[in-house]
C-alpha cells in the first residue's frame, strides 16, 4: 500500500534529508509520480520554512507537472545566478520585486556561484510558490506578468519559457467553471498480516459471449475464456495469493475470497466459472465492480474484468465506475474487442492505477462450412492477458504453430539457466478438433498433461532442458491450427535485484500528441528500496497487434532526452514507432554496464539529516558525496508488462530538444558542448543543429551549424560572437527532413572589446602598420624639434609669406625664392640681422629674409641663452644684460607706426617688450597716443 500511495511518510532521504520532494519524471503538465514527506518535517524539527508553502511547492508540481524555479549550486544548466543582458549577474529566481540576500562565488562560472536570500528584509515578494516558498511573504505563482522567462530555471526549459500560473491554466483542474467543492477525508489505517496478491475475477456471462451482434453462434468464444480462467485458478496461480471469482450477466453471483495454498480452494472456485455458454442477459458494469470491491474487502486488491468490446457500453444514469472500483486497481481484459468501438470507460478504469491498462484480444473469427469459431489465436492472447494481470512472473520462452492433419511443432530452448523450474507447455486448439496432441522433451520423453480441457491443454516440466520439445499433432480431421508456447519463470536477478516500468499517466494511457510521444520509465532497486545507478536499461517492445521484429530502445538517466533528471536512478525513453491503439508487450533488459552500476548505500536510508541538504532536483542529482557500492557483474531481464497507445496519431515526430548545452569562451571564440538529440526525439540521427543567436531578446541571423551524430554522442564546436561588449544568449536547435525541435537550454556569454583575441586578422595588421607610423611620427618631431634653431624662422616665415606653395615661379635658387616683391622697401632683416638689427615696423619689413646662418653663430658664441626658437615672445628668468641702441629714426618711426607682433600683425598697447635673442630689444616704450587706425591685416 505504501508503494503504490501518492503521498508518502518515511526516514530523512539520503540526499535531500529533511526536504520534501517529488518524483516527477514526466514532461511539463505532466503529474508527478507521489510527493515523499520526511518523518522530521511532519514533526516541526526542521528550518525548511514556512510548512504551508513547501507543501503547496510539492502539490504543484505532482499535481500540475510544472517545476522548480530555483537554480541549484554547481549545477552547469541550472545555476542559482545568471548573467543577464545588462551584463549584470542576477539571482535565478522568478520573483515579482528584486530578492535582496547574499552573493558569493569560489570559481570563474555562475555554476560556481551561491546566491542566499535574505529571510526577513523580502517582505516585498509575493511570488513565486515554486521559486521561494520559504518566505511566509510569498502566497502567489508567477504569472504572466511577472514570469521571469530569461532565468534559467527547468520550469522555463521543460515549459518553453510559459509562467506557473499558465501552465497550471491547461490542467482539467482549471478548465471547468462549477465551482469547487470540499469534503471531508476519513482516514482508515489497516495493516495487513500477509502481503499475498488478492485478485478478483469478474466474468461477463451475456449473449454476445457467445454470438456476434446479429446474434449468430461463434464457437469457442465463451469456451476458451471458460477453460483459460479456471486452468489458471487450478495450476498457473501462485499458492500465495488469494483469488475470488464474480459472474455478471442477467445475474450476479459471487464467491469468497479464498487463498490457493488449498487444493480443495481452487477445485471450488473453478466449479463457480459456468460450464454452457450464455444464451441471455445483458452487462451492468457498475453492479459487478462493487460486488468485486466487496469480496475484496477492506484491504482492497486487485480487480481483473473479462468482458467483450463488440458493442459500445451506454453508463446507466447516476452510473461511476471509477466510484465503484473504490480505487481498487482494475484490468480491463476485452475480450473479444473491435477496435472500431469505443474503450474511453475501460480506459478510466485502467487509469485509477499507473500499473494497469487495457489488454485486448481482436475479434479474430474463423468461418469453416457452416460454422463460425472464434479463432485460437484468441484463446493465446487471452491466456497471456490473465498472467499479466494476475502479476504472474512467467514469461513466454518459445511458441509455435501448425495447421495439417498431422504436423509437429518445435520449441527450442536454448539457454535453461535463464529460467527456474517448473515450467510448462500450453497447447491452444480449437475445442471441436478431436486430433491427438503429444508432447515430449529433449530426450524424447513424453510429458503427461497436468490439466486437458477441450480448447486448452496443460502439460508441466519439472526440470527445464536444453534443446527441442516437440509438440506433435495426428489425425486432426478439419485440419486446423494449433498453437504450442512454453512458458517459464525467469532467473531472479542477482542481488535481490528487481526493475519496473511505468508511464507518468500509466502503461494503460501512452498517449501521442502533435509533436510527442510518451515516456516509457524504469527503476533498478534491490530490495524495492536502494536505487541502483549508472546501469544499462533497454526495453524491448513488441507490437501485439502487428506481429514482427520488436523495438530496442535505451532508457538513460542522463538528463538528456526524455530523462528530466540525471542520477535520480529513473531511467527513461521516448516510445518512438508506434500507432494510437497498439497494444503492446514491454520486457525490461538490465546489466551492469560493463562494471559501472552502483547502487546507494541502504544505511542511508533512515540516516539522519546530512549536513548540506540539497533542494529537489536541478539537471542531476551530485552523488559524488554519498557511498556507493559497486553490485558486481549481472544481466537479468524482466517479466513483460502490457501498454497501451492512445492520443493522436503523429504525422511526424520533431527531433529532440537539447537539455544540456554548456559553453566555454576563449575572446570572442565560443565552444559549446552538448548531448546529440535524435531525428525522432531521442531516436535516431539529425541531421544539423543550428546555433541561434539573440541580443536584448532580438533574434539575430544563426552563427554557426554543426553535423548531426546518432543521438545520445557527445557534440562540441565553436562559434564565433558577432560582436563585443553585448551579452549574447546562445541556443541550439536540432533539425531534420524539414522540421525542426524545441530549443535548448540557453547559454549567455560576453567578450569584452579590448581584448586583441577579439580582432580579425586585418584589423590585426592596421594596428600593426599604425604603430610603426605613428613611431616615424614620434623620430621625425624630435628631430624636427632639436634642429628648430635654423628650420624655425625659414618655415614660418615662408608660411606668413606665403612661399612655401609649391606653386611658385622662380624657385631654382635660394635667393629667388627669398626675393621680396619689387615694391616693398627692405630696411633690414629680420630677425637674425647682425649689422643693422632693427625693430620691425611696417609689413613691407616681412619680407626681409631671415639670416639663419647668423643666428646659429650667435647661438654658438652664447650658449647660455635660453632660446626658443627666434619665434615666441619670452621673458629671461636670469635678467640677462639688455642691449639698448639708441636710434632717433626707430624711436621715432616706433611712435608714428604700431609695433608688429609675433604672427606679423600690428597691435597697440603701451609697455610692448619684445626680447627675441640677438635683435634689437625695447622695453618702456614710451606710450603710443591713441588714434584711429586702418585694417592692416595681412
Not at 508518502?8 to 514526466?26: A, E, I, K, M
Not at 528487481?498 to 494511457?509: Q, R
Not at 614710451?926 to 585694417?935: D, E, I, S, T, Y
Amino acid at each position: 500500500m505504501w508503494d503504490s500511495a501518492h503521498l508518502r511518510v518515511g526516514p530523512s532521504h539520503y540526499l535531500f534529508g529533511d526536504n520534501p520532494w517529488t518524483q516527477q519524471p514526466g514532461g511539463c503538465g505532466e503529474p508527478g509520480d507521489w510527493i515523499y514527506v520526511p518523518e522530521n518535517f511532519l514533526l516541526d524539527n526542521t528550518n525548511v520554512g514556512n510548512p504551508g508553502n513547501v507543501l503547496v511547492h510539492e502539490w504543484a508540481k505532482f499535481r500540475w507537472g510544472v517545476f522548480e524555479e530555483y537554480g541549484h549550486l554547481h549545477d552547469a544548466i541550472f545555476p542559482q545566478v545568471y548573467l543577464d543582458d545588462t551584463n549584470t549577474i542576477t539571482p535565478t529566481y522568478c520573483t515579482d520585486n528584486q530578492l535582496e540576500g547574499a552573493m558569493s562565488c569560489s570559481g570563474d562560472t555562475e555554476a560556481d556561484c551561491q546566491f542566499i536570500p535574505e529571510l526577513i528584509q523580502n517582505t516585498s515578494v509575493t511570488s513565486s510558490l515554486l521559486a521561494a516558498p520559504f518566505l511566509d511573504s510569498v502566497i502567489n505563482f508567477c504569472d504572466a506578468a511577472t514570469h521571469n522567462a530569461a532565468a534559467p530555471t527547468k520550469h522555463n526549459l521543460l515549459c518553453d519559457q510559459s509562467s506557473v500560473m499558465d501552465v497550471i491554466a491547461w490542467h482539467t483542474d482549471m478548465s471547468g467553471n462549477s465551482p469547487i467543492s470540499l469534503a471531508s477525508t476519513n482516514f482508515t489505517v489497516v495493516s495487513a498480516e500477509q502481503d499475498w496478491p488478492r485478485t478478483v475475477f469478474l466474468l461477463e456471462y451475456t449473449t454476445l459471449m457467445a454470438s456476434d451482434v446479429n446474434g449468430e453462434p461463434v464457437v469457442g468464444r465463451w469456451e476458451q475464456l471458460r477453460d483459460n480462467v479456471r486452468q489458471f485458478i487450478l495450476q498457473e496461480a501462485a499458492a500465495e495469493s488469494y483469488v475470488g471469482v464474480v459472474m455478471f450477466g442477467s445475474k450476479i453471483e459471487a464467491s469468497l475470497l479464498l487463498p490457493l495454498i488449498s487444493k480443495t480452494n481452487r477445485e471450488h472456485l473453478a466449479s463457480l466459472i459456468y460450464e454452457s455458454s450464455p444464451y441471455e442477459g445483458s452487462k451492468v458494469l457498475g453492479t459487478a465492480i462493487q460486488r468485486g470491491v466487496q469480496v475484496l474487502g477492506p484491504q482492497g486488491g486487485t480487480l481483473v474484468l473479462l468482458t467483450q468490446n463488440l458493442q459500445e457500453y451506454a453508463l446507466l444514469p447516476n452510473e461511476n465506475l471509477v466510484e465503484a472500483a473504490d480505487n481498487n486497481p482494475v484490468w480491463p481484459i476485452l475480450y473479444p474487442s473491435n477496435p472500431s468501438v469505443p474503450t474511453q470507460i475501460y480506459e478510466q478504469l485502467a487509469g485509477i492505477s499507473p500499473d494497469t491498462s487495457i489488454l485486448t484480444i481482436q475479434n479474430d473469427l474463423i468461418t469453416t462450412g457452416d460454422y463460425t469459431y472464434q479463432s485460437v489465436g484468441g484463446s493465446a492472447g487471452l491466456h497471456g492477458s490473465l498472467l499479466t494481470a494476475a502479476g504472474s512472473p512467467a514469461v513466454r520462452v518459445v511458441s509455435g504453430n501448425c495447421q495439417a492433419s498431422s504436423c509437429t511443432i518445435p520449441l527450442q530452448v536454448n539457454d535453461n539457466t535463464a529460467y527456474i523450474s517448473p515450467a510448462y507447455v500450453k497447447v491452444f486448439k480449437y475445442q471441436t478438433d478431436l486430433a491427438m496432441i503429444s508432447v515430449t522433451d529433449p530426450t524424447g520423453r513424453e510429458i503427461n498433461p497436468a490439466d486437458e480441457r477441450n480448447s486448452a491443454i496443460l502439460y508441466p516440466i519439472s526440470t527445464l532442458q536444453n534443446g527441442g520439445y516437440q509438440v506433435s499433432m495426428r489425425n486432426s480431421a478439419k485440419s486446423m491450427t494449433v498453437i504450442a508456447e512454453l512458458w517459464a519463470t525467469p532467473t531472479p536477478a542477482p542481488f535481490d535485484l528487481e526493475v519496473s516500468a511505468w508511464s507518468p499517466k500509466g502503461l494503460h494511457n501512452l498517449p501521442y500528441s502533435k509533436g510527442s510521444a510518451p515516456r516509457l520509465l524504469a527503476t533498478v532497486t534491490k530490495n524495492a528500496s536502494s536505487p541502483v545507478l549508472f546501469a544499462d536499461v533497454t526495453a524491448m517492445v513488441a507490437n501485439k497487434n502487428t506481429p514482427g521484429t520488436p523495438v530496442n530502445i535505451t532508457l538513460n538517466d542522463s538528463g538528456t532526452g526524455a530523462d528530466v533528471t540525471g542520477q535520480d536512478g529513473i531511467y527513461s525513453g521516448y516510445l518512438v514507432g508506434f500507432q494510437p491503439k497498439d497494444d503492446v508487450s514491454i520486457t525490461l533488459t538490465v546489466t551492469d554496464n560493463n562494471g559501472q552500476a552502483k547502487m546507494v548505500d541502504t544505511s542511508l536510508r533512515a540516516a539522519p539529516t546530512i549536513s548540506g541538504d540539497v533542494a529537489c532536483c536541478g539537471s542531476q542529482l551530485n552523488v559524488s558525496s554519498l557511498q556507493l557500492i559497486t553490485i558486481g557483474s549481472f544481466t537479468f531481464s524482466s517479466s513483460a508488462v502490457s501498454g497501451r497507445f492512445t492520443g493522436v496519431p503523429p504525422v511526424t515526430l520533431p527531433p529532440g530538444r537539447v537539455t544540456d548545452l554548456e559553453a566555454s569562451r576563449s575572446g570572442r571564440d565560443v565552444t559549446l558542448s552538448f548531448t546529440a538529440p535524435g531525428a525522432q526525439l531521442d531516436q535516431g540521427q539529425a541531421e544539423w543543429y543550428a546555433v541561434h543567436c539573440q541580443l536584448g531578446g532580438v533574434d539575430l541571423s544563426p552563427i554557426g551549424n554543426f553535423s548531426g551524430v546518432l543521438a545520445g554522442s557527445t557534440v562540441q564546436d565553436q562559434v564565433t560572437l558577432p560582436g563585443c561588449n553585448k551579452v549574447y544568449t546562445l541556443t541550439v536547435v536540432a533539425y531534420y527532413n524539414g522540421s525542426y525541435g524545441s530549443a535548448s537550454n540557453a547559454v549567455r556569454e560576453m567578450a569584452a572589446c579590448s581584448s586583441t583575441n577579439n580582432l580579425s586578422p586585418g584589423a590585426i595588421a592596421g594596428i600593426t602598420i599604425g604603430c610603426i607610423l605613428g613611431v616615424l611620427l614620434i623620430v621625425l618631431l624630435v628631430y624636427l624639434g632639436l634642429n628648430s634653431d635654423h628650420l624655425d624662422d625659414l618655415w614660418v616665415w615662408r608660411m606668413l609669406t606665403c612661399r612655401c606653395c609649391p606653386c611658385c615661379k622662380d624657385t631654382k635658387d635660394d635667393d629667388d625664392l627669398y626675393s621680396p616683391p619689387s615694391r616693398a622697401r627692405r630696411t633690414d632683416y629680420i630677425r637674425g640681422n647682425t649689422e643693422s638689427a632693427r625693430p620691425v615696423r611696417s609689413l613691407a619689413d616681412l619680407y626681409s629674409r631671415p639670416n639663419v646662418e647668423a643666428k646659429k653663430e650667435q647661438r654658438q658664441t652664447r650658449p647660455q641663452d635660453e632660446d626658443d626658437g627666434g619665434f615666441g615672445e619670452r621673458m629671461k628668468q636670469d635678467k640677462m644684460q639688455m642691449k639698448s641702441t639708441e636710434d632717433a629714426e626707430s624711436l621715432a618711426s616706433s611712435r608714428s607706426t604700431l609695433p608688429i607682433n609675433q604672427v606679423g600683425l600690428p597691435v597697440g598697447g603701451d609697455n610692448h617688450a619684445y626680447d627675441d635673442g640677438p635683435y634689437t630689444i625695447y622695453r618702456n616704450a614710451p606710450p603710443v597716443p591713441a588714434q584711429r587706425r586702418a585694417n592692416t591685416q595681412v
